[in-house]
């Protein structure tokens, strides 16, 4: 075969240094046709305030507590915990090699806790609908649960997450996120810290600080910026518009952020947040989280620690058409069918001002 290497039409794959994987990547199958699955849009005209929602100020949750008439955020210990504080050991018995059952059924347990995080007491509001002092104001809320945590208990990590829209299987539309705090570091982070640690150990320098210096030499797949942060698209994106926020410093978790950086943290969150809502002109539904220094660090994971937000969006063609990761990606690996720079490219492409409020 003739001819010249086109990145945006050939087949290919690219490696994901961070969690040391590969994504095939496929842009010419972006002209098949579709006709599987249409989601339904997100419900428009939400109240400012609904009776029957659980975390609406005011409000009766499910298993009885009563909500504050709260007017910034709220956060409460989750009522349906994903993992209990209060709960007996489980010790795995049995040891070595010779021991059959024990090398291939290993399990232990795991104790901790899950808070809700209400963003605002407004029941018909998302982050990019929020100003930037109000998300702000959820960033702060953020920090004083992480310095909580890391003060009063002996967990390692600290999760933080929103799950935003249906398709996401989010239960209530009412702007919140969620915090689990567990005694062990979870598996994504584990692999992180693996490669953050490899390239150091390789390099000499941190894995994420080089990776910003050179998306920066050649921004084609930064969204925004701003003077403390990147919004960017990865080169090795899995999701059709995931995105990453990473700090240009190396700065390791929010309690070392200065007042600078959390105002540029909430102003890039509001810029991207509305791009996203534009793009389709939908409440756009993603996955979001944040990666940082665990609440209680074991060896050199704190100096490792460089601060970012994984944004994985479903949607691929529009409002009501998301990707699935099936078939070759569940058995194979993951695949993608347009580029991370063809992604950047429509994101910046439309405007700042949400489609709302136009």
Request: aromatic share 10%; net charge negative.
């Amino acid at each position: 075969m003739t001819g010249t290497f086109d990145f945006n039409n050939d087949s290919h794959r690219r490696y994901n240094p961070l969690t040391d994987s590969w994504v095939l990547v496929s842009p010419h199958r972006t002209q098949r046709p579709w006709q599987g699955q249409q989601e339904k849009t997100s419900a428009g005209g939400l109240p400012e305030y609904d009776s029957a929602c659980y975390l609406c100020p005011g409000n009766t949750r499910a298993t009885g507590p009563v909500n504050p008439k709260y007017k910034s955020t709220f956060v409460f210990v989750n009522d349906y915990a994903a993992v209990k504080v209060d709960q007996p050991p489980y010790e795995q018995s049995g040891s070595g090699d010779d021991d059959l059952k024990a090398r291939l059924l290993h399990a232990q347990g795991t104790r901790g806790t899950c808070f809700v995080i209400c963003f605002s007491p407004k029941h018909n509001v998302t982050l990019p609908l929020m100003s930037v002092p109000e998300i702000e104001n959820v960033l702060e809320t953020w920090t004083a649960l992480y310095d909580k945590l890391k003060t009063e208990t002996t967990f390692r990590y600290l999760q933080i997450f929103e799950n935003k829209g249906a398709v996401m299987g989010c239960s209530n539309p009412h702007p919140h996120c969620q915090a689990w705090c567990i005694e062990t570091l979870p598996s994504e982070p584990a692999k992180e810290f693996t490669s953050l640690r490899s390239y150091n150990a390789k390099h000499g320098t941190c894995l994420l600080c080089d990776y910003a210096k050179v998306e920066q030499q050649d921004p084609i797949r930064i969204v925004v910026q701003n003077e403390s942060f990147l919004a960017l698209v990865p080169f090795w994106a899995v999701w059709p518009f995931e995105t990453l926020i990473l700090a240009k410093s190396h700065t390791a978790s929010l309690v070392d952020f200065s007042p600078k950086q959390k105002t540029d943290l909430a102003d890039l969150i509001h810029k991207l947040t509305i791009r996203y809502d534009n793009l389709f002109q939908t409440s756009f539904p993603y996955s979001m989280g944040l990666h940082q220094a665990p609440i209680n660090p074991v060896e050199d994971e704190t100096q490792l620690s460089h601060f970012h937000m994984h944004f994985y969006p479903p949607l691929l063609r529009g409002a009501t058409v998301r990707k699935f990761l099936v078939g070759f990606e569940m058995l194979g690996e993951p695949q993608r069918d347009l580029t991370a720079e063809q992604a950047a490219d429509r994101i910046r492409a439309v405007e700042e001002v949400h489609y709302l409020l136009k």
